[in-house]
């Protein structure tokens, strides 16, 4: 799959933040896979400006060397949640420099940068004069124009020519994963084809954070939602798309319509995030694409 990352790998690190502008819409939100992707709703989506990738920890290392920013995970040795080992452990030494700790690897800087929580990449977002998607947006951006597809590239769980569409977990969850994309954990950004919108990796890869606090929709199914709504942190957040510990035998998220509450003080080694831009309306006129 490397010639994928081409795209984002080309970037020279003075060069503008890529982005896309999506448009004005209706889109259906949400899917009947899971029981929190409940219901199916219509919302209206005014256009915004977009991330074609994820943020990567080169882009998140100028923030931090223009305004000495401390994450949460690095004040007092918060840390945060590595997967290793086919389980979750909290680890104080987890930062976005390092990712899966003082005994792992450095975090390469096309990957996308993760241990990092709400606070920290809505902290970056303003710095750079934006802000975090609300769910409606990043789905919207996420689903390409494409209506009732299960995937960010149609409705089969992989691309035509049977490669994986995105960084997942392939193989039998949480033991063995075959690496067959080519990646066992974080893949550099861009290393998947495109959405019809010309956005990568908005399924897999690393969950993503929006804007919107943790809720279920209503209408959705109380007795089957019950134990993911009373498990989830106080202060959630919404993040959406999955990430590359999504396994087909396992949860299947890594689809537009996923969706999961966030801890808004702990990091994880699998969990980042993209910003937006909205403009007034009298600069809408003509934006029709990039």
Same mark, same amino acid.
């Given at each position: 799959m490397a010639q994928y990352c081409v795209a984002a790998n080309a970037r020279s690190e003075g060069s503008a933040y890529p982005e896309t502008?999506?448009?004005?819409?209706?889109? %259906?939100?949400?899917?009947? *896979?899971?029981?929190?992707?409940?219901?199916?709703? $219509?919302? /209206?989506?005014?256009? =915004?400006? *977009? !991330?074609? =990738?994820?943020?990567?920890?080169?882009? =998140?290392?100028? =923030? #931090? !060397?223009?305004?000495?920013? #401390?994450?949460? +995970?690095?004040?007092? $040795?918060?840390?945060?949640a590595i997967f290793r080992n086919g389980q979750w452990h909290l680890d104080s030494t987890a930062t976005w420099r390092k990712p899966f700790g003082a005994e792992g690897p450095r975090a390469q800087p /096309?990957?996308?940068?993760?241990?990092? %929580?709400?606070?920290? &990449?809505? +902290?970056?977002?303003?710095?750079?004069?934006?802000?975090?998607?609300?769910e409606g947006e990043w789905e919207a951006a996420a689903r390409g124009g494409i209506a009732d597809a299960e995937y960010a590239w149609g409705s089969s769980s992989r691309l035509e020519d049977g490669r994986p569409g995105a960084n997942h977990w392939q193989g039998v969850f949480p033991d063995l994963n075959t690496d067959e994309d080519g990646f066992p954990t974080l893949a550099p950004v861009g290393c998947f084809p495109p959405n019809p919108y010309g956005l990568y990796d908005?399924?897999?890869? #690393?969950?993503?954070?929006?804007? !919107? $606090?943790?809720?279920?929709? %209503?209408? &959705? !199914? +109380? &007795? $089957?939602?019950?134990?993911?709504?009373?498990s989830a942190p106080v202060g959630a957040y919404t993040i959406k798309g999955g990430s590359w510990l999504c396994a087909d035998n396992y949860c299947r998220r890594y689809r537009p319509a996923a969706r999961q509450p966030a801890d808004p003080s702990l990091g994880t080694n699998h969990i980042g995030f993209r910003t937006v831009k909205r403009v007034p309306d009298a600069r809408r006129a003509g934006m029709g694409g990039e």
């Amino acid at each position: 799959m490397a010639q994928y990352c081409v795209a984002a790998n080309a970037r020279s690190e003075g060069s503008a933040y890529p982005e896309t502008w999506i448009p004005q819409q209706v889109v %259906t939100l949400g899917s009947e *896979i899971q029981p929190e992707e409940a219901p199916r709703v $219509s919302a /209206h989506i005014d256009g =915004f400006w *977009i !991330d074609k =990738f994820e943020t990567t920890n080169a882009e =998140f290392e100028r =923030f #931090v !060397d223009a305004t000495g920013y #401390v994450t949460f +995970a690095e004040r007092g $040795s918060a840390g945060g949640a590595i997967f290793r080992n086919g389980q979750w452990h909290l680890d104080s030494t987890a930062t976005w420099r390092k990712p899966f700790g003082a005994e792992g690897p450095r975090a390469q800087p /096309h990957q996308p940068v993760v241990q990092v %929580t709400y606070e920290d &990449a809505l +902290a970056y977002a303003r710095w750079r004069g934006r802000d975090l998607p609300t769910e409606g947006e990043w789905e919207a951006a996420a689903r390409g124009g494409i209506a009732d597809a299960e995937y960010a590239w149609g409705s089969s769980s992989r691309l035509e020519d049977g490669r994986p569409g995105a960084n997942h977990w392939q193989g039998v969850f949480p033991d063995l994963n075959t690496d067959e994309d080519g990646f066992p954990t974080l893949a550099p950004v861009g290393c998947f084809p495109p959405n019809p919108y010309g956005l990568y990796d908005m399924t897999g890869n #690393v969950w993503e954070l929006t804007r !919107d $606090s943790w809720k279920l929709r %209503t209408g &959705a !199914d +109380a &007795a $089957s939602t019950a134990r993911l709504n009373e498990s989830a942190p106080v202060g959630a957040y919404t993040i959406k798309g999955g990430s590359w510990l999504c396994a087909d035998n396992y949860c299947r998220r890594y689809r537009p319509a996923a969706r999961q509450p966030a801890d808004p003080s702990l990091g994880t080694n699998h969990i980042g995030f993209r910003t937006v831009k909205r403009v007034p309306d009298a600069r809408r006129a003509g934006m029709g694409g990039e």
